[in-house]
């Protein structure tokens, strides 16, 4: 199998490694124990079944344990589900890595960073500057590694880079449209809008939320951040420390959706605007790549559980 | 007075042209008729008190009457008001015309046209560019002079095409980040998807809805527009034309905004956003510019009601 | 069993033909393959396993296929399940059709003809007439089969003219009612509403959205419809063109229910209501007819997830 | 003046008696004490000042003074405005009464009578026709007198019953057109339904909210009644009680609305949309009467504040 | 087993005895008949399947049924389920009845009669007292059974007495706090406002809605019950029985809630708000009992579907 | 008049020194300048005129200036309106003061802080309490100066410290009751929960909201500010920090209402329900206190708009 789990059909045999992301022990209508495995690799997910499992399976088959496994792709309930034959973890001389298995932005990090690098570069207001710098460098490594969200987009490894990176070209366009924007402010709001996710989530593999991320949430987090960073910086009190703190706080653009205050600023309103658009093109795209022209989507729970249609006349 | 009515402050003296907008008679507590005129020039509106009119007063000052005052600025609860010492109707003489009175789009008509020749030209799908052309081609007069809008954005001479120049602008440098995106169907959208209030607007001057504009709306009557001119040009039936109706459909993307569909294919969704970028970005820029540093603008309707505050550090 | 798969009761023995309306394949947890049937009669539908199933099961049993059947009424979760016993396709010599197998409405086409031809008798606005006939016309055929609905209300065969002589004759006796009510206006809205619904639904049988249903809806379908024919007719332009569409439109009675402008003339918003006071009644009588008194009804999506009560004293 | 003040244009004479509805005492920038009054004949209302008011005035100018006035019609703000030349209270010898300046049901009280009766006598059931005569006799005079509300429909004498008629006529219709419906439970629960408006309003001529109105609402008060009533006429217990209770209790239609239950019963949802038609074509008529083909109403706050259009084809 | 269901772990041994709250028969897919229990001690629920049922076993295993049972506690779809090795009814000799299975409250029913005695002794309004006395006298032994809901708060055995004094004892303090609160008329309003629920509830045992219960619901019965009390006490017209009416009706706080008008009586927001406290109290201390400090508790549907954090720091 | 500007009549004359609060400038209908004053003692609020007003006028008159005035209160549009007859600034030998003209708690600041003192030495964890102990340093003054809000509850002088005291009280009560309950970490939010409201608002004399209290709010701001501290005492880190961030975050119980998360620690449910119960008391007493037996307050925004009866039989 080398098109990835991505993109098996009904029927399809499987042979191959695959990681571990969850397991769940159940017990048959008959009481004879089985596991509930959920498996990826860097193109997808799949749930399979370990029938008759042994007390010796659920302690060999645990998350983020490589397997190699052969089976067919059978479907149950609307939903494809590999049914396995053969099953063993993966041993040292497989030759195989945890990080062969999750999905990767589709831009290098050594881009990314360049990218990053270039558009501090560009900013002249001393102070957003200094903060930006001191926050890059803070969190260098899980800014590369982490992924944006837990699901909906760029929900992979350097999804938060990627989004940023994204962000700040579309952000350099609307500037050149809309020149009254101030762009360092832009780029600041941008760089920083989801740096508190490095805290709310707990890490880049099998990412969940942390005590903090339940209670507190990003938003609070990075507008407490950012005053602590300014104290550092022995900035606090200027006026481009309260305006960040602003864009950070408003940029999900409504109470209702997580800012307890809306944008008052236009650099934070356009910042809520061109996360959107990054956001659900990023969704948008990754569906619609699973499907065939003249077919729709399956629902998006984050797009108001809409389906998507692809037109056929895309396809000349 | 040579600043325009939109600038002016409690206390300076006027002696100016002014087109009339509106008029309405009242009585005072002591019984004495008067007229409340809304005057206009290019920069903004202001209204003003004409105590103890006549009848021939009644008849003269009349809407889109062009008149010469001297008069003052005073406060009347909490809002500016015209305080009139002398008025008279515009002669030939004197040279004025309507258009002297109203604002106009930043940018000239001949580069609105250009820039969306260009992008016509760009256009690769021929059934969706014949469409285009046709409708430029039956409307192109309005489409250079209507607003996009009663009030709250681009309610101005050129408004529509100004608005549709920028959104191409952006559907352009998007197509570049998202190259997934079909830029035909994107930038089809963006020229049409507001040419319906060529038929719900009354006119460029002193616009109002139509009954039909009431009744319908400028997006049933786009949906319905498209279908004839597919008709005409012998295409109904083709799935491009389906499509650009959807778009058309479902561009202010909910059902409570009044899209009876919500936007099921990536470039209606990306329609959607564009428009209200452009849409915010306009009104945000208007309202910013009669303010100074530190201080709020008056609350948007259109924007939630909220009021967007003007940082002191953009001074420097 | 002769009294039909809608009044069953669990231990019932079936031996009787029925018709496939939809199939999914299975695998059991001991990887058995099977086929989840949806079989239905002219009095309701039942779910089916035929267990162990073989490729060429899988070839027979097919959607719109007919079958001979004997089994038995079991309990699944609560629902009612049909155990098979044995199972075969139908042959031309039993002598059964497709349309044995469907709901129908309880009012013959013939009766459904002559009201509504009656009612097009009634009307004396020549323009309005002229429409209504030229639709009557076009469709006749597919207004006589099509149901009203996928699901909820009239959702059988000949549902939709069984709805709209339902309408007409409230209309008529609202008319005597409130006599400054337009009679024309409202039976060509009666009439007309929901014709869209031809293009909406994919057909009489296995009723499911076409494309264009998805994308645009029965109704800016059905307001653009009366403009191509408006036009085919040579009378557009005429005012109750325009208030006809608006009927059309706004017949769902607001934004979140799919009707971009909400009734703004007096029959608009009596059309409204009618439709409500069949499709509800409809819904309700049907529901209602399957419990006893004493008993609740199932909860009903479609009238807000309410439960209905069936008095006792309605028994006397 | 003989046309009624609901029908007067600015700058009409008036000469006429009218009824004070309302007054409130005012002092003019010039700290000169004035009146405005609220006055009404069987047409209309309108808004007069009393500039310079004296003492004697207030003591003679209160509501329910029937008062002789010659003035002039202005307008004030956009609305008409009734300027007082003359005016004195009327005496005896001018024989009008109260009864002359409140409006009424276009039907008399005696054919409401006769309808209602009508309507009881067709019953069959014996607990309802118990419970709706012990009503109908507790009540006679007030239900024949009241208004069915202090604003929006049928807010006049009679009203109630002209209300309840005009139902029990759809309730008749509809019962043909579905005949499943229990009759007897329907017209029941039309004749009652408001009758707890008695306790809520005030009176018939200057109509306000009682305190127990306020704190109770008709709804909660009918329920008490029922029970109370039940409990007089000896067959409280029996299930015909509690459903003619939960007809009153979910009448309108939702909590939102003040129903604490929602209609569970098919006559109870039947009940609430009968109410909406009848409430909704009385407040459309009447507005719809005030404007020219053409032209749109005001806007009607009990309809969702929409403006109606009364088309031009309606002239011919 | 002596820790009591709601307290035990996957793997346990169970050997106990236990009553049959709910019984549902299904068929296996091989066709094979099997019963699922829902079983209760007084510490919690559990589901059981009890695999090959025979007709004797559905006669002798029903609702309220106690039986003596072994079995292993396993888990299916992330639920425990109790896994039955050998069964049978529980015999006269057993010793053992329906009250040690269920949940009774935390505190004795002689202590609620004092405490509730002690309340009304403080009241020294007289009319207020009557009412309550007789309310207390009529419905004495439901009062100290009945739960105070079917489920979420204080649903055991004289769940409605413990919430009453509670209540009781926060609006006692707060009359200190707040000297200007009429404390008899808080005092009736809490201990009367959920004894409508003594109709709208079938039992103590296993509770479900009555028809009344669900067509008129425990507050418009609570109102009507007052109103007949006060007639049977010859005080009716008096402003106490009115303003306690309110309060009853008021108590939820909002339409949407159930309560068709809001508090308008100082006593009757307070009313609500003691209600809220006390109820959430009720839940969230019994969600933290069953959880470790670091945990959170399972989502609590009626506390808006949160889960609540058990801090590690309370530990110490 | 000795009896404060909150409790005159129309009518009234006056002679006394009241407090400017704000000041309008206006031209009437004759074009001369006039000055609209709001005056203010300790009891409350009231509007006047100063008709024909001069520069000299303009000059004197200003916000926080006392001033002598007779005068006499009118009505206008159904408000109390103050009419003056004489005015002059208030000189030193008047001997009075700004503090005599603002409404204070109705507790003296000695009392406040012994019930602060007595609560913080009443709790047992050190993090909890040196927190406490430092923030209470760091704003002492301000803490018992601010109000708690610009308008609705407690807004007047200490009022900020009063809400704290009272809360404090419920919190000690309710504690006794549920003893589940963790007091010092319920006190610690009570008593830091709205000192974020000091940078919020502007000060205690003429209060309005500060450019960082619009854009960030009094619940991030305090967010902040923890953290800060936390730093500072060298506590950050310990999980008791994070918690009373928590509780701060979500005091306001719903994301719509300005917590981005909503309560998820008892305590934290328990915070929000104490902060409503104190406000709304302070709302309703203040308003009630205005009225006599038998009438209504006027409407209260901030209680959803609702009026509240104060019933007769208190009168007793």
Same mark, same amino acid.
């Given at each position: 199998?080398?098109?990835?789990?991505g993109?098996?059909?009904?029927?399809?045999?499987?042979?191959?490694?695959?990681?571990?992301?969850?397991?769940?022990?159940?017990v048959?209508?008959?009481?004879?124990?089985f596991l509930?495995?959920?498996?990826?690799?860097?193109t997808?997910?799949?749930?399979?079944?370990?029938w008759d499992?042994?007390?010796?399976?659920?302690a060999?088959?645990?998350?983020?344990q490589i397997? %190699? *496994?052969? $089976?067919? +792709?059978?479907?149950?309930?609307?939903k494809?589900? /590999?049914?396995?034959?053969?099953?063993?973890?993966?041993?040292?001389t497989?030759?195989?890595h945890?990080?062969?298995?999750?999905?990767?932005?589709?831009?290098?990090?050594k881009?990314?960073?360049e990218?990053l690098?270039?558009?501090?570069f560009?900013?002249?207001?001393?102070?957003?500057?200094?903060?930006?710098?001191a926050?890059?460098?803070?969190?260098?490594?899980d800014?590369?590694?982490?992924?944006?969200?837990?699901?909906n987009?760029?929900e992979?490894?350097?999804?938060?880079?990627?989004?940023?990176?994204?962000?700040?070209?579309?952000?350099?366009?609307?500037h050149?449209?809309?020149?009254?924007?101030?762009?360092d402010?832009l780029?600041?709001?941008?760089?920083?809008?989801?740096i508190?996710?490095i805290?709310?989530l707990?890490?880049?593999?099998?990412?969940?939320?942390?005590?903090?991320? %339940? *209670?507190? $949430?990003? +938003?609070?987090?990075?507008?407490e951040?950012?005053? /602590?960073?300014?104290?550092?910086?022995?900035?606090e009190?200027?006026?481009?420390v309260?305006?960040?703190?602003?864009?950070?706080?408003?940029?999900h653009?409504?109470?209702?959706?997580g800012?307890?205050?809306?944008p008052?600023?236009r650099?934070a309103?356009?910042?809520?605007?061109?996360?959107?658009?990054?956001?659900k093109m990023n969704?948008?795209?990754?569906?619609l790549d699973?499907?065939?022209p003249?077919?729709?989507?399956?629902r998006?729970?984050?797009?108001?559980?809409r389906?998507f249609?692809?037109?056929?006349?895309?396809?000349?």
């Amino acid at each position: 199998m080398n098109k990835g789990i991505g993109h098996v059909n009904v029927g399809d045999a499987i042979d191959s490694f695959m990681l571990i992301k969850d397991v769940t022990k159940g017990v048959t209508s008959n009481g004879k124990p089985f596991l509930t495995l959920i498996l990826r690799d860097s193109t997808g997910e799949i749930e399979a079944k370990l029938w008759d499992s042994t007390k010796e399976d659920e302690a060999l088959f645990i998350p983020e344990q490589i397997i %190699k *496994l052969a $089976g067919e +792709i059978n479907q149950f309930r609307g939903k494809s589900q /590999l049914k396995i034959f053969s099953v063993r973890p993966a041993q040292l001389t497989d030759g195989v890595h945890i990080s062969d298995f999750v999905e990767k932005a589709p831009v290098e990090k050594k881009v990314l960073t360049e990218k990053l690098t270039e558009a501090i570069f560009e900013m002249k207001n001393p102070t957003l500057q200094r903060i930006v710098r001191a926050f890059i460098k803070k969190y260098q490594e899980d800014l590369l590694n982490y992924p944006a969200a837990v699901k909906n987009h760029h929900e992979y490894v350097s999804g938060l880079a990627h989004h940023v990176v994204s962000m700040l070209q579309i952000a350099k366009e609307l500037h050149k449209l809309y020149p009254q924007l101030n762009k360092d402010l832009l780029y600041a709001g941008v760089i920083l809008h989801d740096i508190g996710k490095i805290r709310e989530l707990s890490g880049v593999v099998t990412t969940s939320y942390t005590v903090e991320g %339940k *209670l507190l $949430g990003h +938003i609070p987090m990075m507008v407490e951040e950012i005053a /602590l960073m300014a104290k550092e910086l022995q900035i606090e009190g200027e006026e481009e420390v309260l305006i960040l703190q602003h864009l950070i706080l408003s940029h999900h653009g409504k109470a209702e959706w997580g800012s307890p205050k809306p944008p008052q600023v236009r650099e934070a309103e356009l910042l809520h605007l061109i996360d959107l658009i990054d956001a659900k093109m990023n969704m948008l795209n990754r569906a619609l790549d699973k499907v065939k022209p003249g077919e729709f989507t399956e629902r998006l729970f984050a797009m108001d559980n809409r389906a998507f249609y692809k037109p056929l006349f895309e396809e000349g």
